[in-house]
């Protein structure tokens, strides 16, 4: 039986990740480790899930738990993943990120676990990119703008220092935004839907929207693609290699406004909020998936329209119940 350790398990894409092994329909194993306690258990007929509430700052509980799981891969996906709380407090994020990898990846070290770990990084370590150089590969210069996207950088050169260095199978990704439904509301594009929603509720045809600076543009990917993405990689990626998992096509956020209110019926209005924006900002980031097609086959199968109005009618389910 195949055993996936998830670390971040709590986490928007981990359920996605489960979801799809259990349409595999074979008997896994999957251990998820979090610091946030799993309210319900889940419901699952062929993947055997528990989960276990550790820091994985805490070396020692790390240790044990993956001592006695013995998994074939890992899938890390814990960090503070907002760029935004990195600007509030980028001491904690930067250490927090960077430590809770180095504690794993010396721990599989030392126990001489012999699995396959996917070291999830992100399309920010790109930075303010000129607009020759797009759609962004793999291979070129990075230039990190934010405390995330260091400690992000951080995590990817740690990842390349154990795989050539101790023989860690390691893959590397740069994964883009990436959107779809039970993500939380700190994250531009539920935001954007939720206060639609709660305009479209009160029984208004249209209404004001506060936002950040909608010029920026960036490269949306359905987390359901994206967890295909991260399974392809697990069976078929290439050790030490990096992989950008992106749709290839840029919008500009005041484009996607314009979408999602087109699907809601709502005329919008928009208003900057100061509080929303960043000292400083990449202007435009999309990517070249070219590389991961090549080496796994994987291709993006859900537009954004269909996954804005995905996210729209959970929303809507959340706020009102239908």
Partial sequence: MKKY??????????????DLLEQKKQKISVLGIDLVQ?????????????SKTIDLLDKNSLEKV???FQP???LHLASFSSVGF????PVLCFQNNTNIFLNLVETVRELDIKCRILSVGSSEEYGDVTEDILPLKEDIPL???????????????LSKVFCNGYGLDIIMTRSFNHIGPRQKDIFVIPSFAKQIMEIKSQGKKEGVLMTGDLSVIRDFL????????????FSRGIT???????????????????????????????????????????KIVFGSNAKIQEHTGWAPSISLKQSLTDVLQYWEHVLYGR
């Fill in 66 to 68: 993956v001592y006695d």
């Fill in 72 to 74: 074939n891969y890992i």
């Fill in 240 to 282: 030490g290699e990096i992989y950008n998992i992106c749709s290839g096509n840029g919008i500009s956020l005041m484009d996607v406004i314009a979408m999602i209110s087109d699907i809601a019926g709502v005329s919008i209005h928009t208003e900057t909020d100061k509080s929303l924006l960043r000292p400083t900002d990449n």
């Fill in 5 to 18: 350790l998830i670390t971040g398990s709590q986490g928007f894409v981990s359920s996605y990740f489960i």
């Fill in 143 to 157: 230039a990190p703008t934010s405390p995330y996207a260091v400690a992000r950088l951080s995590q990817e050169w």
């Fill in 86 to 89: 990195s600007w509030k407090d």
């Fill in 38 to 50: 799993e309210k319900d258990a889940r419901e699952l007929e062929y993947v055997d899930y528990c």
């Fill in 222 to 233: 359905d987390v359901r693609d994206v967890v295909v993405a991260y399974d392809l990689l």
